[in-house]
């Protein structure tokens, strides 16, 4: 499935980015349900960008970027089963590309498309964090009141040391609550509004507030209670009616009507085999609970970036202000973590995972290009990776190599591993292996958040520009290959960041 359309006022170019993206592993969890989260690998498989073999027999120079998007999902799906449906949505200044693959689900034979809805998991933080922008911009609020304000009286919010929680805590994580209350019965849904209120009574803070970054879904639940306190309502109608309705995201909601159930995807373990997630309380729709469209969040980012004019710009360009404090991640008060690559540029992004699902949505600011992963398999580690390649890639056809034709002795003197340093603890690598007359290479080995914002992002399938160079599909980016003087390939090397990276060849397996 493809939908695209142009922005009415744009005809802007995007200039050239190499981003590296991390996340704090912590963003990626969410509530786990009673029915669980899968054993999850402990080396990191960031992506695996193969691609069906026989839809495209010969590939020019000139690919579109979407069909390469789409050949991607093929893969991913259709031929290694490791997805049973996956949406990828991009915005920029050139309009946007919206590429869908699998199904809704084992009854139907419907396409997952851009309506399709997925669940969001903590990507519903961002929406909380810009309804507190709003209360502040409509003088309810301050972002430093403390919590304890907008409390009933005789609740006692958690303080250390004469220190009381603060709403901006809230948002960044730095309150010192824990990730979840630990007075949950055997469900989520049945929480109720006095044992949110107990516990924080009698918890006891293990650091200042303000002084230690500690990610908490029970603060997002705490800040969308006062929220909704304050206004006098609940929470669910404060997000429908002061950021969906305005945005036009029609498909965004927590209560889903007879309609969007019929587009609502389920999530999937890992062996495809489908379950619903139990429904929660409202509690935790703060910290979790919204379901949406890559059409409706690319509204969203659209909105974020400024492409789109609205009503809430205003409420947009505050969340942007940058949190910045030794020793903690920096976010924005929009609730996004931002991330800096070796250049300076910067990237804006937060992650969902839940049980059956993993969402990734995020932007480059200075380039005016978001990016939004759906899946409906739990692979936060694989979205990441997506990400990463989409959104800091340049497609122009006209300038990407060549692909030319090489031998099959030549393909097979490229097969096997490749290590950037091999006594390193993380041993970060690269695998390149043959199908057939196709070429694809796979990053291996775990890869620490430090490390990973510094390496290039190298995966998917590899088309040859020469015998001693190919080139990343979906990239464009060149690898080059060194021999011995026995003509043996001894290393490649890449091109990243300004910076040249090479990476030993220790197996030919």
Known sequence: MINRFRHPESNKSPTA????????????????????????????????????????????????????????????????????????????????????????????????????????????????ALLLQDMIERGDMKLDDPVAKYLPAWVKMPTRNGKEITLRQLVIHTSGLPENPDNLGPTWADYTTDQLYAFLSSYKLTNDPGAHYQYSNLGASILGHVIALKAGTNYESLVVNRICRPLEMNSTRFTLT???????????????????????????????????????LLKYVSAYLGLTPTSLTPLFEKAHEFHVQSGIPTQNLGSWVVQTDPQGRKFVFHAGDTAGYSTFV?????????????????????????????????????????????????????????????????????????????????????RPLAIRALLPPIEGELLPESETCLFGRLSGRPITFSRDAKDKVTGLTIQFGGKTFYYEKISEH
């Not at 159930?261 to 729709?285: C, L, M, V, Y």
Request: with cysteine; charged share 20%; proline share 3%.
């Open 362 to 446: 995020g932007f480059d600011e200075a380039r005016h290009r978001g990016v939004v992963i759906l899946c409906s398999t739990s692979d936060p580690e694989d979205v990441d990776g997506i990400f990463a390649l989409l959104v800091e890639n340049e497609w122009q056809s006209d300038q990407r190599p060549e692909e030319t034709s090489i031998s099959g002795s030549i393909c097979d003197s490229f097969v096997g591993q490749y290590q950037r340093s091999p006594h390193s603890t993380s041993a970060l690598g690269i695998e390149i292996r043959r199908e057939g007359s196709h070429i694809f290479a796979q990053t291996t080995g775990s």
């Open 258 to 296: 007879p309609e969007l159930k019929a587009r609502f995807t389920p999530g999937h373990n890992q062996f495809g085999d489908a379950f619903w997630n139990e429904s929660r309380s409202p509690i935790f729709f703060p910290q979790g609970g919204l379901r949406s469209t890559a059409n409706d």
């Open 17 to 128: 980015v190499a981003a590296a993206v991390a996340i704090h592993a912590a963003s990626r969890r969410w509530l786990s349900s009673a029915l669980g989260h899968f054993a999850m690998t402990t080396i990191v498989r960031v992506i695996c960008f193969m691609f069906l073999l026989s839809a495209f027999p010969f590939r020019a120079a000139a690919e579109d970027f979407t069909n390469a998007i789409r050949a991607f999902l093929q893969q991913r799906v259709e031929v290694e089963k490791r997805d049973v449906g996956m949406v990828i949505g991009i915005v920029d200044e050139q309009g946007v590309r919206i590429v869908g693959c699998g199904k809704l689900n084992d009854k139907t034979n419907r396409e997952v498309d851009g309506d399709t809805l997925f669940e969001i998991g903590s990507v519903s933080k961002t929406f909380t």
